[in-house]
Structure formats: structure tokens, C-alpha cells
């Protein structure tokens, strides 16, 4: 795997800022950042849930798996050189659950920080 496209939601301040946090890190894996919902990544991926990926963080590998929600967010901290050993660790069986209620938390609450959409 070389490549991750990352479906982010443009609209949401949260979002962007996350998107520049994970574009500054050093990587093993490169991150591509598409809009979620736009032109570009529905002429890419046209069987993906494009309404869900403006909901759910989606990931998207160079081989055709995504993954949608926490395992998106444990594939963004993989593809990085500093936080590979967290991403493994959180996938793991026993801490599973609690990377799923974080990123549950963390997303009901991006409308906190501006949201611009329609």
C-alpha cells in the first residue's frame, strides 16, 4: 500500500484543521485528501455511500479496501511514522471499542467547532 485518499468533510472547520495536522506528518504511507460529497471524489469512488462519507470519515487504499469511522481513523494514524505503534495498539480486539466511542465523541462534537455547510 502506498496511498490512502481520505474522504473529509471541506465544510467542517474540525475537519480541515485535522486534514492539515495529518498533511504536516511524517509518513510511511501517502495521504490523498479528497472532499467528501464533491464532484472528484464520486468520479473516483462511484460505489461508495457518498452521503455517509460527509457523516463518517471514510479511507479509501490504493487496492480498493475502505474503511469507514474509527478503522478510518486507526488507517490515518498507521500511514504515519509517529503514530503506527498507537494505530496498531487501538485495533486491537480489547481497545477496539474505546477507539470506536472516541471518534463517536470527538464527531458529535465537530459542529462545536463551525461547520459551514448547507
Known amino acids: 500500500?502506498?496511498?490512502?485518499?481520505?474522504?473529509?468533510d471541506a465544510n467542517c472547520n474540525l475537519c480541515r484543521r485535522v486534514k492539515a495536522w495529518l498533511g504536516a506528518q511524517t509518513k510511511y504511507v501517502d495521504l490523498d485528501f479528497v472532499a467528501a460529497g464533491s464532484a472528484d471524489a464520486a468520479a473516483r469512488y462511484p460505489l461508495l455511500d457518498h452521503p455517509a462519507t460527509l457523516k463518517e470519515l471514510t479511507v479509501v487504499s490504493d487496492n480498493g479496501d475502505y474503511y469507514r469511522g474509527?478503522?478510518?481513523?486507526?488507517?490515518c494514524l498507521w500511514a504515519l511514522r509517529e503514530y503506527r505503534?498507537?494505530?496498531?495498539?487501538?485495533?486491537?480486539p480489547?481497545?477496539?471499542?474505546f477507539a470506536r466511542r472516541f471518534v463517536v465523541?470527538?464527531?458529535s462534537l465537530r459542529?462545536?467547532?463551525?461547520?459551514?455547510?448547507?
Do not use: C, D, N, Q
Open 1 to 8: 500500500m502506498r496511498t490512502l485518499t481520505v474522504l473529509y
Open 70 to 75: 474509527a478503522k478510518a481513523w486507526l488507517m
Open 85 to 92: 505503534g498507537w494505530a496498531i495498539r487501538f485495533s486491537a
Open 94 to 97: 480489547e481497545l477496539m471499542p
Open 105 to 107: 465523541r470527538v464527531s
Open 111 to 118: 459542529f462545536r467547532f463551525g461547520y459551514h455547510g448547507s
